[in-house]
């Protein structure tokens, strides 16, 4: 059964950085080439909310709030997602999870890691 497990969430001050990765496992045969991913993130109390998407041809797009500081990508060759966040406000503070959205297939969210950022 195909996974995606986050990585790279953590502790970090006000205007830090941080890189999360998506990486896909549980099969040999599956890729994420074909498959938009997406990252989504819920701070505490708060509805889920869609981050940044990247298509399977590399088209991006982002919420307003990580726009200019966040950059979504992929490797395919990896079986691996990408969000790199810059410039980090305490608003940005919650759980960030990754998924795997193609059409006429089941969508994959992996268990989320949590970016916490403070002072």
């Known amino acids: 059964q195909v996974q995606l497990v986050e990585s790279g969430g953590g502790l970090v001050q006000p205007g830090g950085s941080l890189r999360l990765s998506c990486a896909a496992s549980?099969?040999?045969?599956?890729?994420?080439?074909?498959?938009?991913m997406a990252w989504y993130r819920q701070a505490p109390g708060k509805q889920r909310e869609l981050v940044a998407t990247?298509?399977?041809?590399?088209?991006?797009s982002y919420a307003s709030s990580a726009r200019d500081r966040f950059t979504i990508s992929r490797d395919n060759a990896k079986n691996t997602a990408y969000l790199q966040m810059t410039s980090l406000k305490p608003e940005d503070t919650a759980i960030y999870y990754c998924?795997?959205?193609?059409?006429?297939?089941?969508?994959?969210w992996g268990q989320g890691t949590q970016v916490t950022v403070t002072t």
């Open positions: 998924k795997a959205a193609r059409w006429r297939s089941v969508d994959i």
């Open positions: 990247i298509s399977s041809a590399g088209s991006t």
């Open positions: 549980g099969s040999f045969v599956f890729s994420i080439s074909s498959y938009t």
